[in-house]
T-cell receptor, first 112, second 114 residues
């Protein structure tokens, strides 16, 4: 079965603080990429960060980084120095065949 | 190229009517995907095209749903005899064949069936 699980429906973080969003996945792929997408309210989904499963080094994009634990099939997103503009739904995605499957999302609130 | 375009942005229709949505992907992307997203949920896969070939369809795509990509460029998603349960955001995304590229999403078409 192909599943992507985001166990935190909602998270809250104080501006300038750090928050970690969790994701576990299951895939039968051998070589794959994992993705985190951000969906601001009433706006389109945008790619935040990607991780190649064969790379041991965790991906980093500015204030966004991942903690990829391949054996545990865990792929969490860390947002450092949170900003008000980070408030959005965040979706973890993993591949299935030639397309991707998404988790149910985590709604992140950033408190000023 | 301004990204993935979807039209219309919003559609309100009466139950039983047919609706058609259009997606224009990024021109150099040969892969195109349709997803459905309901409030508070993640996108659910509906179907996928590589060029003009529809290569995969979800069981969510009932007989009332049909998608085409006739020339390997834009795509249409048609829903016949709409039901209230069809109310959702319909998202289109496109990508290169390279798995690393991820998807570029359009802004979606929000369908409301009344």
């Amino acid at each position: 079965a192909q599943t992507v699980t985001q166990s935190q429906p909602e998270m809250s973080v104080q501006e300038a603080e750090t928050v970690t969003l969790s994701c576990t996945y299951d895939t039968s792929e051998s070589d794959y990429y994992l993705f985190w997408y951000k969906q601001p309210p009433s706006r389109q989904m945008i790619l935040v960060i990607r991780q190649e499963a064969y790379k041991q080094q965790n991906a980093t994009e500015n204030r966004f980084s991942v903690n990829f634990q391949k054996a545990a099939k865990s792929f969490s997103l860390k947002i450092s120095d949170s900003q008000l503009g980070d408030a959005a739904m965040y979706f973890c995605a993993c591949p299935k065949n030639n397309d991707m499957r998404f988790g149910a999302g985590t709604r992140l609130t950033v408190k000023p | 190229d301004t990204g993935v375009s979807q039209d219309p942005r919003h559609k309100i229709t009466k139950r039983g009517q047919n609706v058609t949505f259009r997606c224009d992907p990024i021109s150099e992307h040969n892969r195109l995907y349709w997803y459905r997203q309901t409030l508070g949920q993640g996108p659910e896969f509906l179907t996928y095209f590589q060029n003009e070939a529809q290569l995969e369809k979800s069981r969510l795509l009932s007989d009332r749903f049909s998608a085409e990509r006739p020339k390997g460029s834009f795509s249409t998603l048609e829903i016949q005899r709409t039901e209230q349960g069809d109310s959702a955001m319909y998202l289109c995304a496109s990508s290169l064949e390279n798995r690393a590229s991820g998807y570029t999403f359009g802004s979606g078409t929000r369908l409301t069936v009344v």
